[in-house]
């Protein structure tokens, strides 16, 4: 195998362009993949977030590689933008006004991108673009660019779609739907649907968006999965048979990883104003024991209700354990009235916390999580159990991974209250923290969490699968490029 000095020799020459949907969640996995294209393989990276996404970010030049800095001279990671037709931010990103935005998106979206890669001071070799934006692609081709598809969510989910996309997973699904006549997806239930599958008036156009990744994926020359090939074998296996992909994950800072990338220790592109230091969290975390606290997040955007909320706080509580709860500040004035003072000896809440180095502190004992994509991989990554809480979109599916595949977590289970609202029970929260923390199967998770962290970290290391496949989409790029420079 060459060096890799030899290798990024290589690639030197190669520019990419990577494009991702403008949302935390989306950004965070393409970003890093970005960073490790320029750093670990030596190409040129041009990231081509939206104005209004730049407009928001806190030190977005912290992200921006410095030459200097790698050890290839050529590698480089540099900032552009596109628009999508809502540069001041202006936009109403609820149900109602999602389809809108995304017909601005892709019109503003493709002439701007259009217009970067025709300005661009060097050649473009690969459009890299997010599964949401699969007009991307049709730009790419009218430059005569090849294109890759960055799918940021779980194989599992993915292939879902597209059963669902193909018809042969038929909506809506109901209990006779399943076991699913699927190879790779009969161990899935109706409980584990992604909401977009199993509600069928769940956010539609979301719904449609998903479906539509699938539109033209067949045109697209590479197909990137945000995943571990041995963490889901048998979905990718399957999966692979009719969309031939590659396994390039886990996208997460190299500190947390392989650690081959240098000062990488953020995704480094954060969107919300902080309230709360680094320091003062992690200063707060260095006082507690080994495994004690209870870590707590719902992510960038989920919305918990009134009621949920004090659910929450009250079987938080009720542990009478440590805990570290990221609270947004749109969320505070839900939590019930004192809480935070009549707890204040064992809880700190924040409106924002920096996750990996949280995951990372040997005093979390678990994390509460609503089972989003990237934060199931942080957790595994970091060999931190889950008690998963899952809320909408493909996290229902997630929470079945981490509990039935890989068995490094719980899911609780949901009840309704007196107005059919789906709620978790306090004492259904409490019974689950303690499973984890302290429970009879809670040493078998964090073993087998941190077996499946060092699957994950052999993947990405040198030699690993997802190293393999990143080397494969290099090389085969480098192929489609000589031959296109020869036409």
Same mark, same amino acid.
């Given at each position: 195998?060459?060096?890799?000095?030899?290798?990024?020799?290589?690639?030197?020459?190669?520019?990419?362009?990577?494009?991702?949907?403008?949302?935390?969640?989306?950004?965070?996995?393409?970003?890093?993949?970005?960073?490790?294209?320029?750093?670990?393989?030596?190409? %040129?990276?041009?990231?081509?977030?939206?104005?209004? &996404?730049? /407009? +928001?970010?806190?030190?977005? $030049?912290? !992200? #921006?590689? =410095?030459?200097?800095?790698?050890?290839?001279?050529?590698?480089?990671?540099?900032?552009?933008?596109?628009?999508?037709?809502?540069?001041?931010?202006?936009?109403?990103?609820?149900?109602?006004?999602?389809?809108?935005?995304?017909?601005?998106?892709?019109? %503003?979206?493709?002439?701007?991108?259009?217009?970067? &890669?025709? /300005? +661009?001071?060097?050649?473009? $070799?690969? !459009? #890299?673009? =997010?599964?949401?934006?699969?007009?991307?692609?049709?730009?790419?081709?009218?430059?005569?660019?090849?294109?890759?598809?960055?799918?940021?969510?779980?194989?599992?989910?993915?292939?879902?779609?597209?059963?669902?996309?193909?018809?042969?997973?038929?909506?809506?699904?109901?209990?006779?739907?399943?076991?699913?006549?699927?190879?790779?997806?009969?161990?899935?239930?109706?409980?584990?649907?992604?909401?977009?599958?199993?509600?069928?008036?769940?956010?539609?156009?979301?719904?449609?968006?998903?479906?539509?990744?699938?539109?033209?994926?067949?045109?697209?020359?590479?197909?990137?999965?945000?995943?571990?090939?041995?963490?889901?074998?048998?979905?990718?296996?399957?999966?692979?048979?009719?969309?031939?992909?590659?396994?390039?994950?886990?996208?997460?800072?190299?500190?947390?990883?392989?650690?081959?990338?240098?000062?990488?220790?953020?995704?480094?592109?954060?969107?919300?104003?902080?309230?709360?230091?680094?320091?003062?969290?992690?200063?707060?975390?260095?006082?507690?024991?080994?495994?004690?606290?209870?870590?707590?997040?719902?992510?960038?955007?989920?919305?918990?209700?009134?009621?949920?909320?004090?659910?929450?706080?009250?079987?938080?509580?009720?542990?009478?354990?440590?805990?570290?709860?990221?609270?947004?500040?749109?969320?505070?004035?839900?939590?019930?009235?004192?809480?935070?003072?009549?707890?204040?000896?064992?809880?700190?809440?924040?409106?924002?916390?920096?996750?990996?180095?949280?995951?990372?502190?040997?005093?979390?004992?678990?994390?509460?999580?609503?089972?989003?994509?990237?934060?199931?991989?942080?957790?595994?990554?970091?060999?931190?159990?889950?008690?998963?809480?899952?809320?909408?979109?493909?996290?229902?599916?997630?929470?079945?991974?981490?509990?039935?595949?890989?068995?490094?977590?719980?899911?609780?289970?949901?009840?309704?209250?007196?107005?059919?609202?789906?709620?978790?029970?306090?004492?259904?929260?409490?019974?689950?923290?303690?499973?984890?923390?302290?429970?009879?199967?809670?040493?078998?998770?964090?073993?087998?969490?941190?077996?499946?962290?060092?699957?994950?970290?052999?993947?990405?290391?040198?030699?690993?699968?997802?190293?393999?496949?990143?080397?494969?989409?290099?090389?085969?790029?480098?192929?489609?490029?000589?031959?296109?420079?020869?036409?």
């Amino acid at each position: 195998m060459e060096s890799e000095e030899d290798e990024q020799r290589n690639y030197a020459h190669h520019h990419v362009m990577v494009v991702p949907y403008p949302a935390q969640g989306h950004i965070n996995p393409m970003l890093n993949f970005s960073k490790r294209l320029a750093k670990s393989y030596g190409l %040129e990276v041009t990231f081509a977030t939206t104005v209004s &996404i730049y /407009n +928001s970010m806190n030190n977005p $030049d912290d !992200i #921006i590689l =410095d030459p200097s800095s790698s050890s290839s001279s050529s590698s480089v990671l540099q900032l552009a933008t596109i628009s999508d037709g809502f540069d001041q931010g202006d936009v109403d990103l609820a149900e109602s006004g999602l389809a809108l935005y995304h017909q601005r998106l892709e019109s %503003e979206g493709s002439k701007t991108l259009a217009e970067l &890669i025709r /300005n +661009s001071p060097h050649p473009i $070799d690969c !459009i #890299i673009y =997010d599964a949401f934006l699969p007009w991307a692609l049709d730009v790419a081709k009218a430059f005569g660019i090849p294109g890759a598809v960055f799918f940021t969510q779980a194989c599992t989910v993915n292939y879902l779609f597209y059963c669902v996309h193909h018809g042969l997973l038929k909506l809506p699904v109901s209990p006779s739907s399943f076991p699913i006549a699927v190879d790779g997806l009969q161990w899935l239930h109706l409980l584990d649907m992604p909401s977009y599958i199993s509600t069928e008036d769940s956010y539609p156009v979301y719904r449609q968006m998903l479906l539509n990744e699938f539109r033209n994926v067949h045109e697209a020359d590479f197909v990137l999965f945000n995943t571990v090939y041995e963490l889901e074998k048998e979905m990718v296996d399957s999966m692979s048979k009719v969309c031939p992909l590659l396994t390039i994950g886990p996208t997460i800072p190299s500190l947390y990883s392989d650690k081959r990338i240098k000062g990488d220790n953020d995704y480094g592109m954060n969107m919300f104003k902080l309230e709360h230091s680094s320091d003062c969290i992690i200063n707060w975390l260095n006082t507690k024991p080994p495994r004690s606290v209870v870590y707590v997040s719902f992510g960038s955007w989920i919305s918990l209700s009134t009621n949920q909320m004090e659910e929450l706080a009250l079987g938080l509580k009720a542990t009478k354990l440590n805990f570290l709860w990221t609270v947004r500040s749109s969320e505070v004035s839900k939590l019930p009235r004192k809480f935070a003072e009549e707890t204040s000896e064992k809880g700190l809440i924040v409106n924002w916390s920096p996750q990996l180095e949280v995951l990372a502190n040997e005093a979390v004992g678990c994390f509460v999580t609503h089972c989003g994509w990237n934060s199931t991989l942080e957790a595994l990554m970091l060999g931190v159990p889950m008690v998963g809480m899952p809320q909408a979109t493909d996290q229902p599916t997630d929470a079945k991974i981490i509990e039935d595949l890989w068995k490094i977590g719980v899911r609780v289970k949901v009840d309704h209250d007196d107005h059919e609202e789906i709620i978790v029970r306090r004492q259904e929260i409490e019974f689950c923290i303690r499973e984890v923390m302290e429970g009879d199967t809670a040493m078998q998770m964090r073993m087998n969490a941190k077996k499946l962290a060092d699957v994950a970290l052999q993947a990405i290391g040198d030699g690993g699968s997802s190293d393999i496949n990143i080397r494969d989409f290099l090389s085969k790029l480098q192929l489609l490029t000589k031959s296109r420079n020869h036409i």
